[in-house]
């Protein structure tokens, strides 16, 4: 088992990219996805471990996106501060 990581992430496994591509190419302009993830964009090839997979997953996948960064705290760090407060 490969045990590299990107800043704390473990890689996929080695044909991740290839299956996101295929569900990504399969509703492309065909029907609406969600995703979401809390690494940028710009990791994702290292992150896949396959450059050209996650360029081109990334191709489709933007090309009519609506792109919302969503910054500050994370809501499970706030509401587990929340539970000890109130213990």
């Known amino acids: 088992m ?3 990581h990107v800043k704390g992430v473990k890689h996929l ?3 991740s990219g290839e299956h996101l591509f295929e569900i990504i190419l399969r509703r492309h302009q065909v029907r609406s996805t969600i995703m979401t993830s809390n690494r940028p964009i710009e990791e994702w090839g290292k992150l896949i471990g396959d450059v050209p997979a996650a360029t081109a ?7 009519q996106a609506e792109i919302i960064a ?3 705290k994370s ?3 706030k ?8 213990e």
């Open 79 to 86: 509401n587990q501060a929340c539970k000890k407060e109130k």
């Open 75 to 77: 809501y499970r760090l």
């Open 57 to 63: 997953i990334l191709d489709r996948f933007l090309s």
């Open 70 to 72: 969503i910054s500050g």
């Open 13 to 15: 496994p080695r044909q």
């Open 2 to 4: 490969e045990t590299n």
